[in-house]
């Protein structure tokens, strides 16, 4: 597994852009997915699943808290469409 850094630095969010012209932030492939939550926080997991044994490598954990997870909420599937 190799990091490798994202080309240009795209704006995040509704409250302005992320510069990354210093440090820009790391890449990695990511295979395996999980969000958990209790009352406090969500939690986002990614990592990468070694296919022979089943082993979960974890690459990152995301908190964040209830009052900031609006973006973390599901949309409404969206309506079937007309065959």
Avoid at 13 to 28: E, K
């Amino acid at each position: 597994m190799t990091a490798r850094p994202i080309e240009g630095g795209a704006a995040l969010g509704a409250r302005g852009s992320a510069d990354y012209r210093d440090r820009p932030p790391l890449a990695c492939y990511a295979n395996y997915f999980e969000v958990g939550h209790n009352a406090f926080e969500f939690l986002l997991d990614a990592g990468q699943v070694e296919p022979q044994s089943g082993q979960v490598q974890l690459l990152s954990r995301i908190a964040v808290s209830p009052a900031l997870s609006d973006g973390v909420r599901t949309s409404e599937p969206a309506p079937p469409s007309k065959a």
